[in-house]
């Protein structure tokens, strides 16, 4: 359907300035569409956002990614980002601490990956090549990842493999267990348990990484300097600090205006929500919401939290690459992406070579531990600075924890570390996602994710909640609804635009 609403503040409302938030915004503007976003935090970027102590620069949710060699540098130059986004070399391995057992993955494809494995489980080749052989299987056959798809909209269908989950494959292969906690270690990037999440899900973030990850230079940065840039060429309002408080005038499932937190109003002609789910139900007027509908966010479980740790690697140590190590306290992912007692965890650990403001080359590390609600309950009606010394001795524990798996991977850190900053999730709560959870709601398998038309028929959702988890899912979340909301004819004009025939 083609809209050409002028009678609005703007045609477009968007609700988020997260990675998919600021992705609609840019496609919108340069099909010629006003457009207004809106962000509650005093900055765009989510997750995406980066901070400075002692003029170092850390991530805060956004730290590598897959695609670069797929569609990611399409996507970036229908954006207008390609040249503000250089991507860097990124190794990564797998640690498997229970059995003090190393497993570095090449970078140099699915097909490097699987022959490596088969060298190291000899034994288990056949299944491990079944596994990359489904794993293509599905992501060849998913087409949102290829915006030149002439059907899309008519393409989506479901897979074999959409029914089972990653331990149903598993199982029917007989995989052991240190091997299916290898294959499956990339569930610590969408945060759903192998028992819980569809092999498509899984398969479809775990190729994109595996087949080529890659840092960013400049971090999440680079991608929000660029929206800002293009923000203000294309004309985008942009306002921050404010947010949905009520839909007003909503009659016949549409509304065209809302109040906002900061008693202003607006209008517009169609508005896309990419924040939670839970945050879209809060927002939409309680008329039009069903009880089925209500139930079914209701009933959405939350993914893993992180708890953070930053520092500088000082004096820094020559030769040291960028790199990821996932740490896993025991083989066996479901007990880790499960809420448990603390006890079994996995840690990121992500060694980054970075730029002080002051133009000084040096060297950091971000730590990033799974955490459930339950460890931080008791101090969920608090503010930021407000939560006393319990609170301070929790987070002075964790950190001894978590430095203790660092030097159990890297024994070369010890005397080196320089603790800069710390984040719990109620520090990610508060600054970046409402329930702060990493990866929004656990993609479980036979559940229907928010995605699309809402029940106020001109509302709709993308996000990392809505197809894939991640930066990379949500960027083509809000790629597959542009292309709904403006049609074929102004879709097909912008690619052709920026891409060429």
Not at 177 to 198: D, F, I, K, N, Y
Request: hydrophobic fraction near 40%; charge should be neutral; include cysteine.
């Amino acid at each position: 359907m083609e809209l050409t609403i002028n009678k609005f503040d703007s045609e477009f409302l968007i609700v988020g300035g997260g990675i998919s938030g600021m992705t609609m915004a840019l496609l919108l503007a340069a099909a010629g569409r006003s457009v207004t976003l809106l962000e509650k935090s005093f900055a765009v970027g989510g997750c995406m956002q980066r901070f400075s102590r002692n003029g170092i620069p850390f991530d805060t949710g956004f730290h590598f990614t897959g695609g670069f060699n797929r569609g990611l540098p399409e996507m970036l130059a229908v954006l207008g980002l390609h040249d503000d986004i250089r991507e860097e070399e990124f190794r990564t391995h797998i640690f498997l601490a229970d059995r003090l057992n190393k497993v570095s993955v090449p970078t140099t494809g699915i097909e490097d990956v699987c022959a490596h494995l088969c060298s190291l489980y000899p034994g288990e080749a056949n299944a491990i090549r079944k596994y990359y052989a489904v794993e293509r299987l599905i992501f060849d056959n998913t087409p949102i990842f290829r915006l030149r798809e002439k059907d899309l909209l008519n393409s989506f269908y479901l897979m074999d493999e959409d029914f089972i989950t990653l331990d149903d494959f598993f199982n029917r292969e007989n995989v052991s267990q240190e091997l299916r906690t290898v294959l499956g270690s990339v569930a610590m990037c969408h945060g759903t348990p192998p028992c819980e999440v569809p092999l498509t899900t899984h398969c479809r973030v775990s190729f994109g990484l595996m087949d080529h990850i890659s840092r960013i230079h400049g971090g999440g940065s680079a991608f929000i300097r660029g929206f800002q840039r293009e923000a203000g060429r294309l004309g985008i309002n942009v306002r921050t600090g404010v947010t949905i408080a009520e839909c007003l005038d909503a009659e016949d499932k549409v509304c065209h205006r809302v109040r906002l937190t900061d008693g202003s109003e607006i209008s517009f002609g169609s508005c896309v929500m990419t924040v939670h789910p839970r945050e879209i139900l809060k927002i939409l007027p309680p008329s039009m919401v069903s009880g089925f509908f209500r139930s079914r966010i209701e009933q959405f479980d939350e993914s893993c939290g992180f708890f953070s740790l930053c520092a500088e690697i000082t004096p820094s140590l020559p030769g040291l690459h960028q790199e990821l190590t996932s740490l896993l306290s025991v083989c066996d992912l479901n007990k880790i992406l499960k809420p448990n007692d603390g006890r079994e965890s996995g840690t990121g650990i992500v060694v980054t070579h970075e730029t002080t403001d002051d133009g000084r080359p040096c060297q950091t590390l971000n730590a990033f531990q799974s955490v459930f609600p339950d460890e931080t309950a008791r101090w969920d009606k608090t503010s930021i600075n407000h939560r006393g010394n319990e609170y301070a001795e929790y987070k002075a524990g964790r950190i001894e924890m978590i430095l203790t798996k660092v030097l159990q991977a890297y024994p070369e850190f010890r005397g080196r570390l320089k603790i800069m900053d710390s984040a719990s999730m109620l520090t990610y709560r508060d600054y970046l996602s409402t329930p702060g959870s990493a990866y929004g709601i656990r993609q479980k398998i036979g559940q229907h994710n928010l995605f699309g038309r809402l029940p106020v028929k001109n509302f709709y959702a993308v996000g990392q909640n809505a197809i894939l988890p991640g930066m990379l899912g949500a960027m083509v979340s809000s790629f597959v609804i542009f292309r709904r909301l403006v049609g074929e004819t102004s879709y097909w004009q912008l690619l052709e635009k920026r891409l060429g025939n």
